[in-house]
């Protein structure tokens, strides 16, 4: 499989592009990367300082050594959120991208009804995660919501009172919410694949399902490192939607990294453990992404990964 | 707005290579039908639901079918929650969003001309590459410090406070699509520009620009969307309650009227409205945008 329509490094600008007079190009970027580095950049680097300090978010900033990190590596807490980050992560993948590329090559056809299809299926999209946590928090409250109302058992159950249903809801919800525009990055895959790949597999006498695994699925690989590098790091910040939906609850059952920043940071007052939080949280989202960089073949070729 | 709505993408979708038509179409691909509908049924069904509950009242809520549209639709929820300061929260979430996506977008275009016209030069180069580094950081890694900035500029509790750190990160991403459709120009234009004696300036914003118009369309409506979303930014920097934004004023009242589904139900109606009107215009930008963007 070497012809690969998807791989061309437009991320990296183009060497050599026009004369030297560029020099004088530079300032266009100031503006820019004043925002950027003062409310990007140093926070990032403020985030790992503050990690070695203790603060409560109103008083004095105090030097403190390894104090935080080693309140936040000895607390059990930090392996349940780290398992639960990962479960609703894994959970997560595994619902979304099957459903994603079966939706994408559904959606790659091109009668009218399926284009109206992607329009209805964006919505979801355009709701704020806060939003959408509430419906769902009226939508399946066992007094109140829908099960109740139509008077089904099996839909009124506590879905948020137990620990394994709160978090197969917060994958389903996240599911809900996200399919829609992985469907669309596959969608936009299929579409790249050339049509002569299918017209010699159909010489060659290959039925659909022959096609769709040795054409579709391997034309799809960068799609689908994309499509997974998204999940995989999205999922790493799902905050405002468990926040509202569960809080955590019930128990720490849904308490994933994110949250546990938050709630330590501005609901205890210990910002110092909830830094070494945030950059354990940077660390997995860096690591995550570029062993999903590796399984994709290990080239050093940005632009795949970065997607746009 | 029906119709528009099912002829649009047709008519762009028949300029597109034919060539999938036939491979796709050529036999019922049954599998994918079936999720197809299934899947329109999972996201309607919720939607359904709470557009049709949030014209119901709040007796007629518990009395009822919650599945059967309501027999005399009422507007009291909605006037419950306008009056419940909506308005406010609506402003401010306007004034945010608007506040931050004109200049992220702004900025990012001139930075992404540089990039472009000047990319050999070794400072953009590394510019470019701190933007892309920085599509990998997670805004809520960084909303401690951004807290602790934020309070020492004596901005907590200000819309500024919001603004500032959403204008920096809507730009790596804004910066990254804007770049890689600027380099689609024609290098002639821009050298036809030069000839003619345009400054730098004068060809970003009289060429680059009106040329690069569907990218624009494309960052903007999905930086107005985030923006508009965001939760994390007002829960932290924040506490009066006029100065919330829509998503964060959603939460409180949920909290207040939790009995009350018809008005929680009428406020996510009111706050998706103005991102929803906002699709129906860019949809097609949006969309042809994302899967161009993403889909490599």
Do not use: C
């Not at chain 1, 105090?62 to 349940?80: E, I, K, N, Q, Y």
């Not at chain 1, 034309?219 to 999940?231: A, C, E, G, N, R």
């Not at chain 2, 709040?58 to 419950?80: F, K």
């Not at chain 2, 933007?131 to 500029?153: D, E, H, N, S």
């Amino acid at each position: 499989m070497t012809a690969l329509p998807t791989s061309h490094g437009r991320g990296a600008p183009q060497a050599g592009t026009r004369g030297a007079r560029n020099g004088s190009l530079a300032w266009l970027t100031v503006p820019a990367l004043l925002f950027f580095v003062g409310f990007g950049v140093v926070p990032l680097i403020g985030v790992l300082a503050l990690s070695f300090t203790t603060w409560d978010g109103i008083g004095d900033i105090r030097f403190s050594g390894f104090d935080s990190w080693r309140a936040v590596l000895t607390d059990p807490g930090l392996p349940h959120a780290l398992w639960v980050t990962f479960l609703i992560m894994a959970l997560s993948w595994l619902v979304q991208t099957p459903a994603s590329i079966l939706l994408g090559v559904f959606l790659a056809g091109a009668q009218r009804y399926r284009a109206l299809l992607s329009v209805l299926y964006f919505i979801p999209l355009l709701l704020s995660s806060a939003a959408i946590a509430i419906t769902y928090k009226a939508l399946l409250d066992p007094n109140f919501g829908l099960g109740a109302g139509l008077k089904i058992g099996l839909l009124t159950q506590d879905w948020l009172g137990r620990p394994v249903l709160a978090v197969s809801v917060v994958v389903f919800v996240v599911s809900w919410q996200f399919i829609p525009f992985h469907s669309l990055i596959y969608q936009g895959g299929v579409r790249q694949i050339p049509r002569s790949m299918y017209e010699a597999a159909e010489l060659d006498g290959a039925g659909r399902i022959r096609k769709f695994f040795s054409i579709t699925l391997p034309q799809l690989k960068y799609t689908m490192i994309t499509s997974s590098t998204l999940v995989v790091v999205g999922s790493l910040t799902f905050f405002d939607l468990i926040f509202v939906l569960t809080a955590g609850g019930p128990g720490d059952a849904t308490r994933v990294l994110a949250l546990d920043m938050y709630k330590r940071g501005f609901q205890a007052n210990l910002m110092g453990p909830a830094s070494a939080i945030a950059l354990i949280l940077v660390f997995v989202g860096l690591a995550l992404s570029l062993l999903l960089r590796r399984l994709g073949g290990g080239k050093s070729d940005t632009s795949q990964l970065e997607g746009a | 707005m029906g119709t528009t709505l099912t002829t649009r993408p047709a008519r762009t979708r028949a300029q597109q290579p034919r060539h999938e038509r036939r491979v796709v179409a050529r036999h019922w691909n049954w599998l994918g039908g079936v999720s197809g509908w299934l899947w329109l049924v999972i996201v309607v069904v919720p939607i359904y639901w709470i557009v049709i509950t949030s014209f119901k009242t709040q007796s007629n809520y518990y009395a009822t079918n919650p599945l059967v549209p309501p027999g005399e639709p009422t507007l009291a929820s909605y006037r419950m929650v306008i009056e419940s300061d909506f308005v406010q929260y609506f402003v401010n979430s306007l004034i945010v969003t608007i506040g931050a996506v004109v200049p992220a977008v702004t900025v990012s275009f001139m930075a992404a001309f540089a990039i472009v016209r000047g990319g050999s030069g070794r400072f953009l180069r590394s510019v470019n590459s701190l933007f892309l580094m920085g599509l990998a950081i997670p805004l809520q890694a960084t909303v401690i410090p951004i807290y602790l900035i934020i309070i020492r500029l004596h901005l907590y509790d200000t819309l500024l406070a919001m603004i500032l750190p959403s204008i920096a990160f809507a730009i790596p991403l804004s910066v990254l699509v804007l770049s890689n459709f600027i380099r689609d120009v024609p290098k002639e234009l821009f050298e036809s520009m030069r000839l003619d004696g345009a400054t730098e300036w004068g060809t970003l914003w009289r060429l680059a620009f009106p040329l690069s118009r569907p990218a624009v369309v494309t960052v903007t409506i999905y930086n107005a969307l985030t923006i508009w979303n965001n939760f994390l930014l007002p829960l932290i920097l924040t506490q009066s309650p006029d100065k919330r934004t829509l998503p964060l004023a959603l939460w409180s009242f949920q909290g207040q009227y939790s009995i009350n589904v018809p008005a929680v139900l009428a406020s996510v109606v009111l706050t998706t409205l103005p991102i929803l009107t906002l699709y129906v215009v860019g949809r097609r930008q949006l969309l042809s945008g994302l899967m161009a963007g993403f889909g490599k």
